[in-house]
């Protein structure tokens, strides 16, 4: 069984910064890449930010582009988003996933992810 478990959301003012972590435990697994997701109430869930596991070059939505930032910290099996310059449109529930599909190194789209975190709700105030 493979978990991931968000952090780091919460509330912050407009222009604020806010840094999410997802963690991954359980057995070991081989993924292509792990990626964030949001989801506003009302909307689809929709792409952020995704890193391929080997090589580790990251990808980005382009409204988000210069503002978050993906990484990992291998040792610890961690990934983070670090979002700067926050707007009131970027409140949502933010989700970590992980991908065991090679199809995830091209496609950013949810169904190419089989692992998720339960979320984290980041609410920015205008």
């Known amino acids: 069984q493979v978990q991931l478990v968000e952090s780091g959301g919460g509330l912050v003012q407009a222009g604020g910064s806010l840094r999410l972590s997802c963690a991954a435990s359980?057995?070991?697994?081989?993924?292509?890449?792990m990626g964030w997701f949001r989801q506003a109430p009302g909307k689809e869930r929709e792409f952020v930010a995704r890193?391929?596991?080997?090589?580790?070059?990251?990808d980005y939505a382009d409204s988000v582009k210069g503002r978050f930032t993906m990484s990992r910290d291998n040792a610890k099996n961690t990934v983070y988003l670090q979002m700067n310059s926050l707007k009131p449109e970027d409140t949502a529930v933010y989700y970590c996933a992980a991908s065991t599909y090679s199809g995830s190194l091209y496609s950013i789209t949810p169904e190419m992810y089989d692992y998720w975190g339960q979320g984290t709700q980041v609410t920015v105030s205008s």
């Open positions: 890193i391929r596991w080997s090589g580790g070059s990251t």
């Open positions: 359980g057995r070991a697994f081989v993924r292509y890449a």
